[in-house]
């Protein structure tokens, strides 16, 4: 009898990981710290504090980094999107906005209707040391994608995307009416 062949994934085209479990050493550092503390201090190594300080410490980070590696994780693939544990089918994906402008003066620029859009992802917003990306969805939708580094996975999924950054011109941008337009007909 023949065996099913195994259905391989396809390699991902842009992977980030939320976390690196490197933080986890930080509890046997700490202890290492305290131990040549305690040996500077004359009177002997009790090693009873530095092992709680090191169990406890590296327990507390490894929470954070698990948690990390599953929410803030990406990847994406020839067929899906993956931030943290919500998946988007690329098909889905209609337009890629373009990145927001770089402030040129002392005042914070007004942000692009984008990116108060909801982020991808079970977090309320994009994480921290992440960029968002626009992505208008099917039906309208607007979200955003977000990942560190942010224009590689722009280009992997304007790869992937054919014509989904229009010329910035060309970008409808969501404005609703009647906010910006005088009852004259001219722009405020």
């Known amino acids: 009898m023949s065996e099913p062949e195994p259905t391989a994934q396809p390699a991902p ?67 899906v999107l993956r931030q943290g544990t919500e998946t988007l089918r690329i098909a889905e994906i209609v337009m890629i906005y373009p990145e927001p402008g770089r402030p040129t003066g002392w005042r914070k620029p007004d942000p692009e209707k984008w990116q108060e859009s909801r982020a991808l992802g079970e977090l309320s917003g994009v994480p921290r040391r992440r960029v968002g990306i626009g992505l208008r969805l099917n039906g309208r939708r607007t979200v955003q994608a977000w990942a560190r580094d942010h224009r590689r996975l722009r280009a992997a999924l ?27 007909g001219s722009q405020l």
């Open 158 to 184: 304007a790869e992937l995307v054919p014509g989904a950054i229009p010329p910035p011109e060309l970008v409808e941008h969501d404005v609703e009416p009647g906010l910006d337009d005088r009852a004259d």
């Open 13 to 79: 085209l842009f992977f980030e990981r939320g976390a690196s479990w490197y933080w986890v050493l930080f509890g046997p550092v700490a202890a290492g710290l305290l131990v040549l503390i305690q040996s500077s201090g004359g009177y002997g190594v009790q090693p009873l504090f530095p092992s709680v300080l090191a169990v406890m410490v590296s327990a507390m980070l490894a929470v954070q980094v698990k948690a990390a590696r599953i929410h803030t994780s990406v990847e994406l693939t020839p067929e």
